[in-house]
């Protein structure tokens, strides 16, 4: 194979494990999500994950249904944010287990906000 083919298969194969582990921790946390949360603050949903190339680092994005308690949520993943890297890494049985940091995905805001600029905008033609 010659050398600039081999380059692309292997960044190719990396960019795929990257994927695969964080569709294995999103599968995971949002099992815990649910097991810790679900009960307490009710519909808390984990959107995204974005995993770093060197699998060091993540950023877990969640959703919270109620408003109100979005602090309240991020509070008490903080709490058991050890309990999850711990069972994390006896899960994945990886080099290195991600360092979670959790973040409000602030997705649906945007969306709200550019659908009602449009109706807006609809309403005034």
């Given at each position: 194979m010659e050398k600039s083919k081999k380059i692309w298969y292997l960044l190719d194969m990396h960019t795929r494990r990257v994927e695969e582990v964080a569709a294995l921790l999103k599968r995971e946390i949002s099992i815990l999500m649910h097991e810790t949360l679900a009960e307490e603050y009710g519909f808390v949903t984990l959107t995204d994950i974005d995993v770093t190339a060197?699998?060091?680092?993540?950023?877990?994005?969640?959703?919270?249904?109620?408003?109100?308690?979005?602090?309240?949520?991020?509070?008490?993943?903080?709490?058991?944010?050890?309990?999850?890297?711990?069972?994390?890494g006896r899960k994945l049985?990886?080099?290195?287990?991600?360092?979670?940091?959790?973040?409000?995905?602030?997705?649906?805001?945007?969306?709200?906000?550019v659908d009602k600029l449009l109706q807006e905008i609809n309403d005034g033609s």
């Open positions: 060197d699998f060091k680092d993540s950023k877990v994005f969640i959703s919270v249904f109620d408003k109100e308690k979005k602090e309240k949520v991020l509070k008490k993943i903080e709490e058991v944010k050890p309990k999850y890297q711990r069972y994390l049985k990886m080099k290195f287990t991600p360092k979670l940091t959790f973040r409000i995905d602030q997705m649906q805001e945007k969306v709200d906000k």
